[in-house]
T-cell receptor
Framework: DAKTTQPTSMDCAEGRAANLPCNHS???????VYWYRQIHSQGPQYIIH???NNETNEMASLIITEDRKSSTLILPHATLRDTAVYYC??????????????FGKGTTLSVSS | EAGVAQSPRYKIIEKRQSVAFWCNPI?????LYWYQQILGQGPKLLIQ????????DSQLPKDRFSAERLKGVDSTLKIQPAKLEDSAVYLC????????????FGPGTRLTVL
């Protein structure tokens, strides 16, 4: 799986949009971009994933650049409960053994009032 | 729907002692993962099961770590003997299929080795 680069930390005011960037310049054509987050003392939680097109669900939006070398996770209206470590992961979805997630250090997002 | 259950939540042991962790995945989930998360780092896969068979254990330190999933449902992870560097959170995750968009994680077991 390709490696990702994320800022170590970011701050966001409550109610504002949080935009978390991720670089994955060596991503392959069959690799998806996944986002998970981990709130303190909990296990990671799936947020969203995408291949080429922008994606949106009830939690967040994922914007992937046309060349797929970077992406941005957007939390439209951040709340204090969104304070967490956010992991950007690239992963294939081919029929192969070993589909575990490879986590980096992620971005620590701090939302303050 | 109940989530992934793990026990114990916390464990403190002396080095060279043995310890076991238990995981009960979401009902019907065929794939089960054990991850190790050292403080300040992201989780790292130790072993992956598909039903009761091992799919990937390439990063499991087999001289001291073992895991089983005998009936294809719950699983145990054992460390014998423990070392100081085994202090970490051990996370269990499950997914419906081997190729699945979403893995569901349990709360983890925090192990401290003194």
């Amino acid at each position: 799986d390709a490696k990702t680069t994320q800022p170590t930390s970011m701050d966001c005011a409550e109610g504002r949009a949080a935009n978390l960037p991720c670089n994955h310049s060596t991503i392959s054509g069959n690799e998806y971009v996944y986002w998970y987050r981990q709130i303190h003392s909990q296990g990671p939680q799936y947020i969203i994933h995408g291949l080429k097109n922008n994606e949106t669900n009830e939690m967040a939006s994922l914007i992937i650049t046309e060349d797929r070398k970077s992406s941005t996770l957007i939390l439209p209206h951040a709340t204090l409960r969104d304070t967490a470590v956010y992991y950007c992961i690239v992963r294939t979805e081919a029929n192969q053994a070993g589909t575990a997630l490879i986590f980096g250090k992620g971005t620590t997002l701090s939302v303050s009032s | 729907e109940a989530g992934v259950a793990q026990s114990p939540r916390y464990k403190i042991i002396e080095k060279r002692q043995s310890v076991a962790f238990w995981c009960n995945p979401i009902s019907g989930h065929a794939t089960l993962y054990w991850y190790q998360q050292i403080l300040g780092q992201g989780p790292k896969l130790l072993i992956q099961f598909q039903n009761n068979g091992v799919v990937d254990d390439s990063q499991l330190p087999k001289d001291r770590f073992s895991a089983e999933r005998l009936k294809g449902v719950d699983s145990t992870l054992k460390i014998q003997p423990a070392k100081l560097e085994d202090s970490a959170v051990y996370l269990c995750a499950s997914s419906l299929m081997q190729i699945s968009n979403e893995q569901f994680f349990g709360p983890g077991t925090r192990l401290t080795v003194l």
